[in-house]
Every structure is written in structure tokens, then in C-alpha cells.
């Protein structure tokens, strides 16, 4: 059964940081383009960020460029969401998911598989 599991989530101060990760079950990460994305209550999901297959070619959303950094460990079949310099605004649930092509995508309705989703709350 292919599964993608996030972790990381928490309770964090605002200028805080977390890392999030997003783990594959069942099938190789190495084929796929990994994206996050986030939904705050009430609000439309949206994408965060995005990695190439290969971890060559990366993109952020302009709220969390500068802040987030998106990486990938082929070999533990793991992606990485490092946020930094959190603020209130960045509190939503936060999902990963994955798409069997090369290019980095932050297009939800590109992605085939998805995780739970991990809650993120920046809150003093």
C-alpha cells in the first residue's frame, strides 16, 4: 500500500522553528516530485513548496520564500520542510504529497498521493 506520512508538527512560538518531515511507505520517493502544502481553517489549500525528483530544482510560495526550505533524503525515502521564522499566519495543516513526473509542481490537482497532514500551530 503506498503511503506518505508527515511528522513535525507542533505548538511553536511565533519566530520559532519546525521541521517537518514527509515519509513514502510502500513505494520509492525516488520517482516522484514531492510538493507541501498547507490549509488554515476556513482558508483554500494552498501550495508551500516543491521539489524535483531529483532535488535539482525547488519552489516556494512568496509568503514562505526566504523562511522555508524544502530538501529530500532519496535514501531514507524522507522530504524535509524546514520552517524558520514562523509567524501566526503560518498556522494551518500541513500535507505532503506526490507526483510520479520530474519537475517540481505546486498544482494540487497534479498530485496522485497524499499524506494525513500534520498540524502546525504558531501561536505565544
Known amino acids: 500500500q503506498l503511503q506518505l506520512v508527515e511528522s513535525g508538527g507542533g505548538l511553536v512560538q511565533p519566530g520559532g522553528s519546525l521541521r517537518l518531515s514527509c515519509a513514502a511507505s510502500?513505494?520509492?520517493?525516488?520517482?516522484?516530485?514531492i510538493g507541501w502544502f498547507r490549509q488554515a481553517p476556513g482558508k483554500e489549500r494552498e501550495g508551500v513548496s516543491c521539489?524535483?525528483?531529483?532535488?535539482?530544482?525547488?519552489n516556494y510560495a512568496g509568503s514562505v520564500k526566504g523562511r522555508f526550505t524544502i530538501s529530500r533524503d532519496n535514501a531514507k525515502n524522507t522530504v524535509y520542510l524546514q520552517m524558520n521564522s514562523l509567524n501566526p499566519e503560518d498556522t494551518a495543516d500541513y500535507y505532503c504529497?506526490?507526483?510520479?513526473?520530474?519537475?517540481?509542481?505546486?498544482?494540487?490537482?497534479?498530485?496522485?498521493?497524499w499524506g494525513p497532514g500534520t498540524q502546525v500551530t504558531v501561536s505565544s
Open positions: 504529497a506526490a507526483v510520479s513526473r520530474n519537475m517540481c509542481t505546486m498544482r494540487d490537482y497534479d498530485f496522485d498521493y
Open positions: 510502500g513505494f520509492s520517493l525516488d520517482y516522484y516530485a
Open positions: 521539489i524535483s525528483r531529483a532535488g535539482l530544482s525547488t
